[in-house]
């Protein structure tokens, strides 16, 4: 196995490069097959084929602010605006507002179905 940050080889099991300081899998500058150049948005190896593994992507996603998850649950139609707006450059961003979005409306025919319910029993019992 390679370093994916400064390409050195390293045994599978090595927490922390012991070259770069990074952990292995979370750069995005080698193979972690073949040690061989990639770049950041590659997918694949050109070198060698294989898929490359990054673990620190995750850390880089881009999420939402907490304002605008809570605009989209409690009014979806900001949460749509939003989704139109992000879609093609902030994917991540979009995903987010759109989970909340469904979320709100889920919520909303929750609470509509147990006015329904209520109300019903209200006016069977006069209270």
Do not use: D
């Amino acid at each position: 196995m390679f370093c994916r940050e400064c390409g050195m080889e390293i045994g599978k099991k090595v927490k922390v490069c012991p070259n770069c300081g990074v952990k292995p899998l979370h750069g995005t500058k080698h193979c972690q097959a073949c040690g061989a150049n990639t770049k950041s948005k590659h997918e694949l190896c050109k070198n060698c084929g294989a898929q490359l593994i990054t673990k620190g992507a995750a850390l880089k996603e881009e999420n939402a602010p907490k304002t605008a998850k809570a605009a989209s649950f409690c009014m979806p139609v900001v949460g749509i605006i939003l989704f139109f707006i992000w879609h093609a450059k902030e994917p991540e961003k979009a995903k987010s507002i759109c989970n909340w979005t469904i979320g709100g409306v889920a919520f909303g025919m929750i609470l509509y179905v147990f006015g329904i319910v209520w109300g019903g029993f209200s006016a069977a019992t006069g209270y």
